[in-house]
């Protein structure tokens, strides 16, 4: 008989257990700090040696209710008993109806749109990309330069980084394009990017030819990047104009990170698909397309599906997470904890001349690390704060074309002195990263 408590006793520490990862794990998996989790709550987790983090990563954004939250282990609980997997291409149940009825409503916001769901993110854009080429019967899709939209190989061809993410992996997928995104602190202006795009309209692929624009309304892995609502209007008048689907990617900024319940709504605007995952989940694997009743019912039927996709235990637990975000004062606390992250972090630039930019919106923000003499990229010193960090006890990621970009994202449940803490702790990774402190 499999003794877990025995193998828990065994592998009793970080290193003991990383070593186990190293001989088992392959090296394309990277795991960003040299620790174990055993447990989490909030915002906060512990690891294998009873050490204390407060968690400003979140599964990658994926935590926006903390972990280990009640609603959700209650809901997930109650469904347990009930079914935990039946395979809706096989039998439909009321969850995944639910949370469609659901979805539909807070995207649609009175048209009337439809939902299907999935397991991953990466699983969602490359259905969103199938809806989008059946519904205009066009082959062309438009991606930009530092998006992040996955790790499966059309999501590879979407995302705008070469390293890490492409290596060797090609060749990639055909009719991918790509323009320049937004980026002030690096004289990327909006109009560039406008040019840009009408560029490609005239030499590589006329604009009747192309099925969609994707765009994330913030960037995420490419540096916590925001579009201005102007930005976003104009691609919405552009792609009407010709035929063009906007998907929205909010992957990881949906569900109340930017302080809406999603980005697109900062812009005022209605994309034709939108493309979910991670904190909708509260933790559980599920992700989703919801978009236009029209546009998503030109698959014909067993054009989509996958075998775990709306699982009956992510369906309750995404149920009772949109809950906790409707019903609860989340996307306030959002608004809130991002204005006083914002300005300590402002506080922190003037003290640092390290930091180059401080960028976000509501609980997604983010600061751009330079050397301060030549104003490049600096990623060895990002990497320093990170880890300088982590030994004090808050756990970071970096992201950025250049990696040298610190993200956070913190749970929304993070109390104000769990954000001053970690603050605290930030001001001291820099100075110990910077050399100010021994």
């Given at each position: ?67 280990s ?52 993110g ?16 066009r082959?062309?899709?438009i ?7 996955g790790r ?12 890490p ?6 060749p ?36 009747e ?67 979910v ?41 995404s ?5 906790l ?72 990621i ?37 050399g100010?402190?021994?």
């Amino acid at each position: 008989m499999h003794n877990l408590l025995a193998e828990q006793q065994t592998f009793s520490d970080n290193a003991l257990l990383l070593d186990a990862r190293a001989e088992n794990v392959p090296r394309g998996i990277v795991t960003a700090h040299p620790i174990v989790i055993a447990k989490g709550k909030g915002s906060e987790v512990w690891d294998v040696e009873g050490n204390r983090y407060l968690d400003f990563v979140g599964g990658i954004g994926v935590l926006n209710v903390g972990h280990s939250h009640p609603a959700v282990i209650n809901a997930v609980t109650e469904q347990l008993q009930l079914v935990s997997h039946a395979c809706f291409q096989v039998a439909a149940y009321p969850g995944y109806i639910e949370l469609a009825k659901r979805l539909n409503k807070l995207v649609g916001a009175g048209e009337e749109f439809k939902s299907v769901f999935f397991t991953s993110g990466a699983e969602a854009v490359e259905n969103a990309v199938k809806i989008a080429r059946a519904h205009t019967n066009r082959p062309g899709i438009i991606a930009f330069d530092g998006a992040f939209h996955g790790r499966t190989l059309l999501g590879v061809t979407l995302t705008g980084m070469s390293q890490p993410y492409k290596q060797n992996f090609g060749p990639f997928p055909g009719d991918i394009y790509r323009v320049p995104f937004p980026n002030a602190f690096h004289d990327i202006s909006e109009a560039d990017c406008l040019k840009a795009l009408d560029t490609l309209f005239a030499v590589q692929i006329l604009p009747e030819r192309v099925a969609a624009i994707i765009i994330e309304p913030v960037q995420g892995d490419g540096g916590f990047l925001p579009a201005s609502p102007a930005f976003m209007q104009a691609l919405r008048e552009i792609t009407t104009r010709h035929g063009i689907l906007l998907i929205c990617d909010e992957v990881q900024t949906g569900f109340g990170r930017t302080g809406k319940m999603f980005a697109f709504q900062h812009s005022g605007i209605v994309p034709d698909l939108v493309t979910v995952a991670k904190s909708l989940g509260g933790g559980l694997p599920i992700s989703g397309v919801v978009g236009k009743a029209a546009i998503m019912d030109a698959p014909t039927p067993g054009g989509l599906g996958g075998t775990y996709g709306g699982n009956a235990l992510a369906c309750a637990s995404s149920l009772a997470v949109l809950d906790l975000l409707e019903h609860g004062n989340l996307l306030e606390r959002s608004n809130q904890l991002g204005e006083q992250m914002n300005a300590r972090l402002q506080q922190l630039a003037d003290k640092y001349a390290c930091i180059g930019e401080v960028r976000g919106i509501g609980f997604m923000q983010a600061v751009e690390i330079i050397d301060f003499e030549t104003k490049h990229p600096d990623a060895a010193l990002t990497q320093k704060i990170l880890d300088s960090a982590c030994q004090e006890g808050l756990l970071l990621i970096k992201c950025g074309l250049h990696r040298n970009t610190v993200r956070f994202l913190a749970p929304l449940v993070t109390s104000d002195s769990q954000l001053e803490e970690a603050l605290h702790i930030f001001d001291i990774a820099l100075a110990r990263a910077t050399g100010r402190l021994g």
